[in-house]
Protein backbone atom coordinates (compact mmCIF):
# COMPACT_ATOMS: atom_id res chain seq x y z
CA UNK A 1 0.00 0.00 0.00
CA UNK A 2 1.82 3.55 -1.07
CA UNK A 3 1.93 5.63 1.29
CA UNK A 4 -0.31 8.31 -0.53
CA UNK A 5 -3.69 5.45 0.05
CA UNK A 6 -3.13 6.18 3.83
CA UNK A 7 -3.54 10.36 3.31
CA UNK A 8 -6.94 12.02 3.68
CA UNK A 9 -7.36 13.93 0.55
CA UNK A 10 -9.26 16.69 2.31
CA UNK A 11 -7.49 16.96 5.66
CA UNK A 12 -4.02 15.91 4.43
CA UNK A 13 -3.88 13.30 7.62
CA UNK A 14 -2.90 9.27 7.98
CA UNK A 15 -6.17 7.53 8.37
CA UNK A 16 -4.95 6.36 11.80
CA UNK A 17 -4.09 10.20 13.11
CA UNK A 18 -7.68 11.24 11.01
CA UNK A 19 -9.61 8.64 13.03
CA UNK A 20 -8.01 9.41 16.36
CA UNK A 21 -9.12 13.28 15.42
CA UNK A 22 -12.61 12.38 14.91
CA UNK A 23 -12.31 10.36 18.38
CA UNK A 24 -11.51 13.44 20.39
CA UNK A 25 -14.10 15.81 19.03
CA UNK A 26 -16.38 13.48 19.95
CA UNK A 27 -15.36 12.74 23.57
CA UNK A 28 -15.24 16.75 23.14
CA UNK A 29 -18.58 17.23 21.86
CA UNK A 30 -20.10 14.16 24.91
CA UNK A 31 -18.05 16.69 27.71
CA UNK A 32 -19.48 19.77 26.09
CA UNK A 33 -23.30 18.29 25.96
CA UNK A 34 -23.11 17.30 29.84
CA UNK A 35 -22.26 20.86 30.62
CA UNK A 36 -25.38 21.82 28.41
CA UNK A 37 -27.42 19.65 30.34
CA UNK A 38 -25.82 20.53 33.55
CA UNK A 39 -26.27 24.17 33.29
CA UNK A 40 -29.77 23.25 31.61
CA UNK A 41 -31.04 21.69 34.47
CA UNK A 42 -29.55 25.06 36.96
CA UNK A 43 -31.56 27.30 35.37
CA UNK A 44 -34.59 24.95 35.14
CA UNK A 45 -34.34 24.33 39.15
CA UNK A 46 -35.47 28.15 39.16
CA UNK A 47 -38.24 28.18 36.41
CA UNK A 48 -39.24 24.41 36.20
CA UNK A 49 -38.75 22.43 39.02
CA UNK A 50 -40.81 19.69 37.64
CA UNK A 51 -38.95 19.05 34.75
CA UNK A 52 -35.95 18.71 37.20
CA UNK A 53 -38.05 16.16 38.34
CA UNK A 54 -38.87 14.41 35.31
CA UNK A 55 -34.93 14.19 34.33
CA UNK A 56 -33.89 13.32 37.72
CA UNK A 57 -36.22 10.35 37.44
CA UNK A 58 -34.66 9.04 34.16
CA UNK A 59 -31.16 9.76 35.25
CA UNK A 60 -31.71 7.96 38.66
CA UNK A 61 -33.66 5.74 40.52
CA UNK A 62 -36.73 6.71 41.55
CA UNK A 63 -39.31 4.43 44.13
CA UNK A 64 -42.50 3.03 42.08
CA UNK A 65 -44.07 0.84 44.62
CA UNK A 66 -44.26 -0.37 48.15
CA UNK A 67 -41.02 -2.49 48.41
CA UNK A 68 -39.06 0.83 47.12
CA UNK A 69 -40.89 2.79 50.09
CA UNK A 70 -39.87 0.11 52.44
CA UNK A 71 -36.63 0.16 51.55
CA UNK A 72 -36.34 4.07 51.24
CA UNK A 73 -37.21 4.32 54.72
CA UNK A 74 -34.82 1.28 55.92
CA UNK A 75 -31.71 3.17 53.73
CA UNK A 76 -32.96 6.57 54.78
CA UNK A 77 -35.00 6.52 58.07
CA UNK A 78 -34.26 3.67 60.14
CA UNK A 79 -36.25 4.78 62.99
CA UNK A 80 -39.26 5.03 61.04
CA UNK A 81 -38.91 1.00 60.30
CA UNK A 82 -39.03 -2.10 62.67
CA UNK A 83 -38.84 -5.80 60.76
CA UNK A 84 -40.26 -8.57 62.68
CA UNK A 85 -38.70 -12.29 61.72
CA UNK A 86 -40.78 -13.98 64.83
CA UNK A 87 -44.03 -15.57 63.95
CA UNK A 88 -46.89 -13.85 64.59
CA UNK A 89 -50.80 -14.62 64.69
CA UNK A 90 -52.67 -12.19 62.35
CA UNK A 91 -55.31 -12.14 64.97
CA UNK A 92 -54.61 -9.58 67.59
CA UNK A 93 -50.84 -10.28 67.80
CA UNK A 94 -49.48 -8.22 64.80
CA UNK A 95 -51.87 -5.10 65.75
CA UNK A 96 -50.81 -5.87 69.69
CA UNK A 97 -47.18 -4.92 68.70
CA UNK A 98 -47.67 -2.19 67.31
CA UNK A 99 -50.08 -1.02 70.13
CA UNK A 100 -47.27 -1.74 72.49
CA UNK A 101 -44.82 0.01 70.59
CA UNK A 102 -47.75 3.19 70.49
CA UNK A 103 -47.83 3.21 74.36
CA UNK A 104 -44.04 3.76 74.27
CA UNK A 105 -44.21 6.71 71.85
CA UNK A 106 -43.21 5.06 68.67
CA UNK A 107 -44.88 4.54 65.69
CA UNK A 108 -42.85 2.36 63.43
CA UNK A 109 -43.67 0.48 60.13
CA UNK A 110 -43.83 -2.62 61.02
CA UNK A 111 -42.87 -5.97 58.29
CA UNK A 112 -43.45 -9.28 59.71
CA UNK A 113 -42.25 -11.90 57.61
CA UNK A 114 -43.41 -14.71 59.38
CA UNK A 115 -46.77 -14.86 59.43
CA UNK A 116 -49.13 -17.66 61.03
CA UNK A 117 -51.19 -20.09 58.19
CA UNK A 118 -49.98 -17.47 55.37
CA UNK A 119 -46.91 -17.91 53.35
CA UNK A 120 -47.50 -14.02 52.76
CA UNK A 121 -45.48 -11.10 54.76
CA UNK A 122 -47.65 -8.48 56.05
CA UNK A 123 -47.20 -4.91 56.76
CA UNK A 124 -48.39 -1.82 58.92
CA UNK A 125 -48.30 1.40 59.95
CA UNK A 126 -46.80 2.31 56.45
CA UNK A 127 -48.84 6.11 57.31
CA UNK A 128 -48.72 6.39 61.53
CA UNK A 129 -46.16 9.50 61.45
CA UNK A 130 -46.02 12.21 59.14
CA UNK A 131 -42.17 11.82 58.55
CA UNK A 132 -44.01 8.62 56.67
CA UNK A 133 -46.06 10.86 54.65
CA UNK A 134 -43.20 13.08 53.68
CA UNK A 135 -41.63 9.96 52.08
CA UNK A 136 -45.06 8.51 50.90
CA UNK A 137 -45.30 11.78 48.91
CA UNK A 138 -41.27 10.76 47.86
CA UNK A 139 -40.68 14.64 49.68
CA UNK A 140 -38.59 13.65 52.53
CA UNK A 141 -36.84 17.15 53.04
CA UNK A 142 -40.07 18.93 53.76
CA UNK A 143 -40.36 19.13 57.29
CA UNK A 144 -43.90 18.14 58.90
CA UNK A 145 -45.51 21.63 59.24
CA UNK A 146 -45.68 21.81 55.60
CA UNK A 147 -46.02 18.58 54.30
CA UNK A 148 -49.84 20.23 53.42
CA UNK A 149 -48.17 22.99 51.03
CA UNK A 150 -45.71 19.96 49.49
CA UNK A 151 -49.24 17.44 49.16
CA UNK A 152 -50.77 20.86 47.84
CA UNK A 153 -48.62 21.28 44.93
CA UNK A 154 -48.84 17.86 43.85
CA UNK A 155 -52.40 17.57 43.49
CA UNK A 156 -55.25 19.20 41.10
CA UNK A 157 -52.74 18.29 38.01
CA UNK A 158 -54.27 15.35 36.50
CA UNK A 159 -52.50 12.93 34.07
CA UNK A 160 -53.67 10.03 32.13
CA UNK A 161 -51.59 6.69 33.12
CA UNK A 162 -49.98 4.29 31.17
CA UNK A 163 -51.76 1.31 30.17
CA UNK A 164 -49.09 -1.80 30.11
CA UNK A 165 -49.41 -5.53 29.20
CA UNK A 166 -49.50 -8.23 31.64
CA UNK A 167 -46.09 -9.28 30.78
CA UNK A 168 -44.65 -5.98 32.14
CA UNK A 169 -46.54 -5.92 35.17
CA UNK A 170 -45.72 -7.11 38.45
CA UNK A 171 -49.00 -7.70 39.77
CA UNK A 172 -49.99 -10.12 37.32
CA UNK A 173 -46.70 -12.62 38.24
CA UNK A 174 -49.49 -14.67 39.68
CA UNK A 175 -53.27 -15.27 38.11
CA UNK A 176 -56.22 -16.72 40.21
CA UNK A 177 -59.75 -17.17 38.58
CA UNK A 178 -62.78 -19.18 39.22
CA UNK A 179 -62.19 -21.96 42.17
CA UNK A 180 -58.52 -21.39 42.45
CA UNK A 181 -59.83 -18.04 43.91
CA UNK A 182 -59.00 -18.53 47.89
CA UNK A 183 -58.81 -15.18 50.02
CA UNK A 184 -57.91 -17.02 53.21
CA UNK A 185 -54.38 -17.80 51.24
CA UNK A 186 -54.10 -14.13 52.11
CA UNK A 187 -52.65 -12.82 56.17
CA UNK A 188 -56.07 -11.11 56.55
CA UNK A 189 -56.25 -9.30 60.18
CA UNK A 190 -58.42 -9.49 63.35
CA UNK A 191 -57.35 -5.64 64.65
CA UNK A 192 -59.15 -4.95 67.71
CA UNK A 193 -60.43 -7.22 70.53
CA UNK A 194 -63.97 -6.95 69.75
CA UNK A 195 -63.59 -6.68 65.71
CA UNK A 196 -66.14 -9.33 63.84
CA UNK A 197 -63.83 -11.21 62.46
CA UNK A 198 -60.78 -10.84 59.82
CA UNK A 199 -60.80 -8.02 57.54
CA UNK A 200 -59.15 -6.11 54.40
CA UNK A 201 -59.20 -2.55 55.58
CA UNK A 202 -55.95 -1.02 53.57
CA UNK A 203 -57.08 -2.04 49.72
CA UNK A 204 -57.99 0.65 47.21
CA UNK A 205 -61.68 -0.04 45.86
CA UNK A 206 -61.99 0.91 42.20
CA UNK A 207 -65.30 1.33 40.31
CA UNK A 208 -66.11 2.79 37.35
CA UNK A 209 -68.81 5.89 36.92
CA UNK A 210 -70.68 4.93 33.43
CA UNK A 211 -72.53 7.83 34.66
CA UNK A 212 -69.78 10.40 34.44
CA UNK A 213 -67.16 8.09 32.67
CA UNK A 214 -65.04 8.55 35.47
CA UNK A 215 -62.91 6.41 37.64
CA UNK A 216 -63.83 6.37 41.35
CA UNK A 217 -61.21 5.20 44.03
CA UNK A 218 -61.54 5.34 47.93
CA UNK A 219 -60.59 3.04 50.93
CA UNK A 220 -63.56 0.89 52.76
CA UNK A 221 -63.63 -2.22 54.95
CA UNK A 222 -63.88 -5.79 53.69
CA UNK A 223 -64.94 -8.21 56.28
CA UNK A 224 -64.01 -11.63 55.04
CA UNK A 225 -66.97 -13.65 54.81
CA UNK A 226 -65.81 -16.93 52.34
CA UNK A 227 -62.92 -18.08 50.24
CA UNK A 228 -64.63 -15.74 47.40
CA UNK A 229 -66.96 -13.10 49.39
CA UNK A 230 -65.95 -9.95 50.56
CA UNK A 231 -68.25 -7.38 52.58
CA UNK A 232 -68.12 -4.06 51.51
CA UNK A 233 -69.32 -0.63 54.00
CA UNK A 234 -69.52 1.97 52.28
CA UNK A 235 -71.44 5.35 54.25
CA UNK A 236 -74.64 6.51 52.50
CA UNK A 237 -73.39 9.82 51.10
CA UNK A 238 -70.18 7.96 49.78
CA UNK A 239 -69.52 7.66 46.09
CA UNK A 240 -69.40 3.87 46.17
CA UNK A 241 -73.09 4.49 48.03
CA UNK A 242 -74.45 6.31 45.10
CA UNK A 243 -72.73 3.89 42.73
CA UNK A 244 -74.20 0.70 44.55
CA UNK A 245 -77.91 2.26 45.03
CA UNK A 246 -77.79 3.16 41.09
CA UNK A 247 -76.75 -0.41 40.04
CA UNK A 248 -79.18 -2.02 42.62
CA UNK A 249 -82.03 -0.25 40.61
CA UNK A 250 -81.46 -1.73 37.71
CA UNK A 251 -80.65 -5.17 39.55
CA UNK A 252 -76.86 -5.54 37.58
CA UNK A 253 -73.99 -5.83 39.44
CA UNK A 254 -71.16 -3.20 39.83
CA UNK A 255 -67.55 -4.11 39.08
CA UNK A 256 -65.01 -3.06 41.52
CA UNK A 257 -60.96 -4.15 42.00
CA UNK A 258 -59.24 -3.83 45.19
CA UNK A 259 -55.50 -2.86 44.94
CA UNK A 260 -53.90 -4.01 48.60
CA UNK A 261 -50.04 -3.27 48.93
CA UNK A 262 -49.25 -0.03 47.00
CA UNK A 263 -47.05 3.05 47.40
CA UNK A 264 -48.43 5.28 49.61
CA UNK A 265 -48.68 8.07 47.12
CA UNK A 266 -51.46 5.78 45.49
CA UNK A 267 -53.13 5.86 49.02
CA UNK A 268 -52.73 9.39 49.96
CA UNK A 269 -54.22 10.13 46.63
CA UNK A 270 -56.96 8.01 46.99
CA UNK A 271 -58.29 10.21 50.00
CA UNK A 272 -58.06 13.43 47.88
CA UNK A 273 -61.36 15.18 47.59
CA UNK A 274 -62.11 15.83 44.25
CA UNK A 275 -65.42 17.14 42.41
CA UNK A 276 -67.56 14.05 41.69
CA UNK A 277 -67.36 14.61 38.08
CA UNK A 278 -63.66 14.48 37.93
CA UNK A 279 -61.22 11.16 37.38
CA UNK A 280 -59.52 9.57 40.39
CA UNK A 281 -57.25 7.66 38.43
CA UNK A 282 -56.29 10.60 35.99
CA UNK A 283 -56.10 12.34 39.47
CA UNK A 284 -53.79 10.04 41.32
CA UNK A 285 -51.89 9.84 38.32
CA UNK A 286 -50.86 13.17 38.14
CA UNK A 287 -50.21 13.35 41.46
CA UNK A 288 -47.61 10.10 40.96
CA UNK A 289 -46.40 12.25 38.34
CA UNK A 290 -45.56 15.68 39.98
CA UNK A 291 -44.17 13.78 42.14
CA UNK A 292 -41.60 11.09 40.24
CA UNK A 293 -41.55 12.65 37.00
CA UNK A 294 -44.25 9.95 35.41
CA UNK A 295 -47.81 8.87 35.63
CA UNK A 296 -48.93 6.12 36.81
CA UNK A 297 -48.96 2.35 35.16
CA UNK A 298 -51.61 0.36 35.09
CA UNK A 299 -52.90 -2.65 33.54
CA UNK A 300 -56.60 -4.53 32.50
CA UNK A 301 -57.95 -6.61 34.85
CA UNK A 302 -58.61 -10.10 34.46
CA UNK A 303 -62.45 -10.70 34.96
CA UNK A 304 -64.15 -6.88 35.22
CA UNK A 305 -63.24 -4.16 33.00
CA UNK A 306 -61.02 -2.16 34.81
CA UNK A 307 -57.91 -0.52 35.25
CA UNK A 308 -55.72 -0.59 38.11
CA UNK A 309 -51.98 0.20 39.20
CA UNK A 310 -49.71 -2.73 37.61
CA UNK A 311 -47.18 -2.29 40.56
CA UNK A 312 -49.62 -3.37 43.41
CA UNK A 313 -49.19 -6.52 45.53
CA UNK A 314 -52.72 -8.03 45.25
CA UNK A 315 -55.56 -6.84 43.00
CA UNK A 316 -58.92 -8.81 44.29
CA UNK A 317 -61.12 -8.44 41.36
CA UNK A 318 -65.25 -8.78 41.42
CA UNK A 319 -68.60 -7.77 41.52
CA UNK A 320 -70.81 -6.04 44.37
CA UNK A 321 -74.21 -7.99 44.18
CA UNK A 322 -77.28 -6.72 44.11
CA UNK A 323 -79.89 -7.01 47.04
CA UNK A 324 -77.28 -9.28 48.66
CA UNK A 325 -76.93 -8.69 52.05
CA UNK A 326 -74.44 -10.32 55.28
CA UNK A 327 -74.49 -8.80 58.52
CA UNK A 328 -71.16 -7.23 58.63
CA UNK A 329 -69.29 -6.07 62.32
CA UNK A 330 -68.79 -4.39 64.79
CA UNK A 331 -65.28 -3.10 63.65
CA UNK A 332 -62.55 -0.77 64.72
CA UNK A 333 -63.35 2.83 63.35
CA UNK A 334 -61.62 5.94 62.93
CA UNK A 335 -63.32 7.80 65.51
CA UNK A 336 -61.19 5.27 68.03
CA UNK A 337 -64.63 3.53 68.75
CA UNK A 338 -66.18 0.12 67.24
CA UNK A 339 -68.42 1.08 64.14
CA UNK A 340 -71.49 -1.27 65.19
CA UNK A 341 -72.74 -4.43 63.13
CA UNK A 342 -74.36 -3.74 59.46
CA UNK A 343 -76.22 -4.72 56.89
CA UNK A 344 -73.92 -4.65 54.25
CA UNK A 345 -73.42 -5.67 50.71
CA UNK A 346 -71.34 -8.34 49.70
CA UNK A 347 -68.18 -8.62 46.63
CA UNK A 348 -68.30 -12.02 44.84
CA UNK A 349 -64.77 -12.43 44.36
CA UNK A 350 -63.71 -13.51 40.68
CA UNK A 351 -59.89 -13.35 40.53
CA UNK A 352 -57.03 -12.17 42.69
CA UNK A 353 -53.52 -11.23 40.96
CA UNK A 354 -50.60 -11.44 42.79
CA UNK A 355 -46.46 -10.70 42.78
CA UNK A 356 -44.19 -13.02 43.66
CA UNK A 357 -43.55 -13.09 47.50
CA UNK A 358 -46.28 -10.53 48.17
CA UNK A 359 -46.72 -8.32 51.14
CA UNK A 360 -50.34 -7.45 52.28
CA UNK A 361 -50.32 -4.43 53.46
CA UNK A 362 -52.89 -3.43 57.09
CA UNK A 363 -54.06 -0.24 57.97
CA UNK A 364 -53.48 -0.44 61.70
CA UNK A 365 -58.01 0.21 62.55
CA UNK A 366 -58.80 2.81 65.10
CA UNK A 367 -55.11 3.85 65.53
CA UNK A 368 -52.79 7.13 64.10
CA UNK A 369 -52.01 4.40 60.80
CA UNK A 370 -55.37 5.01 60.26
CA UNK A 371 -55.88 8.63 61.03
CA UNK A 372 -52.83 9.75 59.34
CA UNK A 373 -53.64 7.56 56.41
CA UNK A 374 -56.35 10.05 54.91
CA UNK A 375 -55.34 13.43 57.17
CA UNK A 376 -53.95 15.20 53.69
CA UNK A 377 -56.94 14.92 52.04
CA UNK A 378 -58.97 16.34 54.93
CA UNK A 379 -56.65 19.55 55.80
CA UNK A 380 -56.49 20.42 52.48
CA UNK A 381 -59.91 20.88 51.60
CA UNK A 382 -60.21 22.76 54.73
CA UNK A 383 -57.51 25.07 53.80
CA UNK A 384 -59.30 25.40 49.83
CA UNK A 385 -61.87 26.82 51.78
CA UNK A 386 -61.14 28.67 54.03
CA UNK A 387 -58.20 30.34 52.11
CA UNK A 388 -61.16 31.68 49.60
CA UNK A 389 -62.45 33.54 52.02
CA UNK A 390 -59.33 34.92 54.14
CA UNK A 391 -55.55 34.92 53.72
CA UNK A 392 -54.90 31.24 54.88
CA UNK A 393 -51.19 30.86 56.65
CA UNK A 394 -51.43 27.22 57.92
CA UNK A 395 -54.22 24.41 58.57
CA UNK A 396 -53.78 21.18 61.50
CA UNK A 397 -55.79 18.53 62.22
CA UNK A 398 -54.40 16.99 65.70
CA UNK A 399 -54.66 13.69 66.57
CA UNK A 400 -56.66 14.61 69.36
CA UNK A 401 -59.47 15.06 66.86
CA UNK A 402 -58.70 11.84 65.17
CA UNK A 403 -57.50 13.76 62.45
CA UNK A 404 -61.05 14.08 61.49
CA UNK A 405 -63.08 16.36 63.30
CA UNK A 406 -61.09 19.21 64.96
CA UNK A 407 -59.52 21.83 62.47
CA UNK A 408 -56.58 24.40 63.97
CA UNK A 409 -56.64 27.47 61.28
CA UNK A 410 -54.64 30.39 61.70
CA UNK A 411 -55.33 33.27 59.29
CA UNK A 412 -53.10 36.77 58.01
CA UNK A 413 -56.54 38.88 59.39
CA UNK A 414 -56.64 41.99 58.16
CA UNK A 415 -60.87 43.09 59.02
CA UNK A 416 -62.75 42.72 61.62
CA UNK A 417 -65.58 40.00 61.48
CA UNK A 418 -62.95 37.94 59.17
CA UNK A 419 -62.56 35.28 61.72
CA UNK A 420 -65.96 34.27 61.86
CA UNK A 421 -66.41 34.01 58.22
CA UNK A 422 -63.61 31.67 58.17
CA UNK A 423 -64.95 29.38 61.13
CA UNK A 424 -67.89 29.23 58.92
CA UNK A 425 -66.05 28.29 56.23
CA UNK A 426 -63.92 25.59 57.65
CA UNK A 427 -67.05 23.96 59.10
CA UNK A 428 -68.23 23.44 55.76
CA UNK A 429 -65.27 22.49 54.71
CA UNK A 430 -66.00 18.84 54.83
CA UNK A 431 -68.44 16.65 56.63
CA UNK A 432 -65.82 15.06 58.76
CA UNK A 433 -65.34 18.47 60.96
CA UNK A 434 -66.69 18.75 64.37
CA UNK A 435 -65.25 21.98 65.61
CA UNK A 436 -62.43 24.53 64.03
CA UNK A 437 -60.36 27.02 65.92
CA UNK A 438 -59.58 29.65 64.18
CA UNK A 439 -56.51 31.95 65.12
CA UNK A 440 -53.75 34.85 64.35
CA UNK A 441 -51.04 33.75 62.70
CA UNK A 442 -48.97 34.81 65.50
CA UNK A 443 -50.58 31.36 66.86
CA UNK A 444 -48.19 28.25 66.42
CA UNK A 445 -51.17 25.67 65.58
CA UNK A 446 -48.70 22.84 65.77
CA UNK A 447 -48.62 23.76 69.38
CA UNK A 448 -51.85 22.83 71.67
CA UNK A 449 -50.83 24.95 74.37
CA UNK A 450 -50.52 27.75 72.02
CA UNK A 451 -53.81 26.99 70.58
CA UNK A 452 -55.71 26.88 74.40
CA UNK A 453 -53.87 29.81 75.41
CA UNK A 454 -55.54 31.75 72.25
CA UNK A 455 -58.78 30.34 73.47
CA UNK A 456 -59.45 31.61 76.45
CA UNK A 457 -57.55 34.85 76.12
CA UNK A 458 -58.17 36.29 73.02
CA UNK A 459 -62.47 34.93 72.63
CA UNK A 460 -65.77 36.08 74.41
CA UNK A 461 -67.73 33.04 73.92
CA UNK A 462 -71.11 34.81 73.81
CA UNK A 463 -69.97 36.59 70.35
CA UNK A 464 -66.56 34.50 69.13
CA UNK A 465 -68.63 31.05 69.15
CA UNK A 466 -70.89 29.65 66.60
CA UNK A 467 -73.01 26.31 67.18
CA UNK A 468 -74.83 24.68 64.45
CA UNK A 469 -77.35 21.93 65.09
CA UNK A 470 -78.78 19.16 62.71
CA UNK A 471 -75.49 19.53 60.52
CA UNK A 472 -74.29 16.36 58.12
CA UNK A 473 -71.86 13.93 59.30
CA UNK A 474 -70.62 10.51 59.21
CA UNK A 475 -72.97 7.55 60.82
CA UNK A 476 -69.78 6.32 62.37
CA UNK A 477 -69.37 9.05 65.09
CA UNK A 478 -71.55 8.00 68.26
CA UNK A 479 -72.82 11.17 68.73
CA UNK A 480 -74.81 11.36 66.21
CA UNK A 481 -78.62 11.69 66.13
CA UNK A 482 -81.63 11.69 64.47
CA UNK A 483 -83.90 14.58 62.84
CA UNK A 484 -86.22 14.34 65.61
CA UNK A 485 -84.39 13.93 69.02
CA UNK A 486 -81.51 15.92 70.26
CA UNK A 487 -79.55 12.44 72.07
CA UNK A 488 -77.68 9.56 70.64
CA UNK A 489 -79.26 7.12 68.56
CA UNK A 490 -77.06 4.03 69.81
CA UNK A 491 -76.66 2.81 73.33
CA UNK A 492 -75.46 -0.90 72.18
CA UNK A 493 -72.78 -0.13 70.42
CA UNK A 494 -71.22 -3.26 69.90
CA UNK A 495 -73.57 -6.12 68.67
CA UNK A 496 -77.30 -4.48 67.42
CA UNK A 497 -77.68 -4.42 63.87
CA UNK A 498 -79.06 -0.75 63.53
CA UNK A 499 -79.15 -0.06 59.87
CA UNK A 500 -78.12 -0.65 56.35
CA UNK A 501 -75.26 1.36 55.46
CA UNK A 502 -75.05 2.37 51.98
CA UNK A 503 -78.89 3.39 51.89
CA UNK A 504 -79.82 6.67 53.33
CA UNK A 505 -80.42 6.56 57.04
CA UNK A 506 -82.02 9.22 59.81
CA UNK A 507 -79.16 9.14 62.14
CA UNK A 508 -76.63 11.60 60.29
CA UNK A 509 -76.69 14.29 62.16
CA UNK A 510 -74.34 16.30 64.54
CA UNK A 511 -73.58 19.68 66.27
CA UNK A 512 -70.84 21.59 65.17
CA UNK A 513 -69.14 24.11 66.36
CA UNK A 514 -66.40 26.89 65.97
CA UNK A 515 -64.33 29.34 67.44
CA UNK A 516 -63.28 32.88 66.49
CA UNK A 517 -59.86 32.83 68.70
CA UNK A 518 -58.44 35.79 66.73
CA UNK A 519 -57.68 39.26 68.36
CA UNK A 520 -59.74 42.61 66.62
CA UNK A 521 -58.22 44.54 64.04
CA UNK A 522 -59.28 48.31 65.11
CA UNK A 523 -59.12 48.00 68.78
CA UNK A 524 -55.72 47.50 70.62
CA UNK A 525 -54.88 44.32 72.07
CA UNK A 526 -52.00 43.44 74.63
CA UNK A 527 -48.69 42.32 73.07
CA UNK A 528 -47.38 39.10 74.55
CA UNK A 529 -44.34 39.25 76.27
CA UNK A 530 -40.97 37.67 74.56
CA UNK A 531 -37.24 38.53 74.66
CA UNK A 532 -36.31 40.68 71.50
CA UNK A 533 -36.56 38.80 68.26
CA UNK A 534 -33.14 37.61 68.23
CA UNK A 535 -33.78 35.02 70.86
CA UNK A 536 -34.81 32.97 67.97
CA UNK A 537 -31.42 32.95 66.30
CA UNK A 538 -29.65 31.75 69.07
CA UNK A 539 -27.63 28.93 69.29
CA UNK A 540 -28.01 26.55 72.24
CA UNK A 541 -25.65 24.78 71.70
CA UNK A 542 -23.03 27.46 72.01
CA UNK A 543 -24.13 27.96 75.46
CA UNK A 544 -24.80 24.30 76.35
CA UNK A 545 -21.54 21.52 76.21
CA UNK A 546 -23.62 18.45 74.06
CA UNK A 547 -26.55 20.13 72.95
CA UNK A 548 -27.81 17.88 69.57
CA UNK A 549 -31.58 18.65 69.48
Given at each position: MSQSSLKNPILGLNTLNYSMGVLYFLLWAMH???LIIFILILHQIFINRYLVTFLYSIIFYMPRDLRDFIENLSNNAPSEIVVIDKEVDPTWEATSVAR?????????????????????????????????????????????????????ELTNKPAKPILIDNKDAPVKQNIKTGTDVDLTELPLVQHNELDNGLYIDAGILWVFDEETQTYNAGIYRHQLHEKNLLGVYAGAGQHLAHLMRNAESTNKPLEVAITVGTHPYITIGSTTRIDREADELDAISGLINEAVGEPMKTVQCETVDLQVPANSEFVIEGKILPNVLRTEGPFGE????YGPSRNNRVIEVTAICHRNDPIHETIFAAHPDHNLCGVLGVERQLYERVNRVSRVHEVRMPMHGCCRFTGFISINKEVDGEGKYAVLAGLAADHFLK?????DNDIDIFNDEEVLWALWSRTHMDRDAVIIPHSFADPLVPSTYTAD??????????????????????????????????????????????????????????YIDGWTK
Open positions: LFKKLQSEGEYPLLLFNNVLGSSHRLVTNVHATRTKLAYGLESPHIEPRKLLKRYIYPWTNVIVVQLETRRTNFDDEIVDVAYLPNPDTLDTKFGVNATKPVTTQWPKRPEPPEAWKDIDLAS
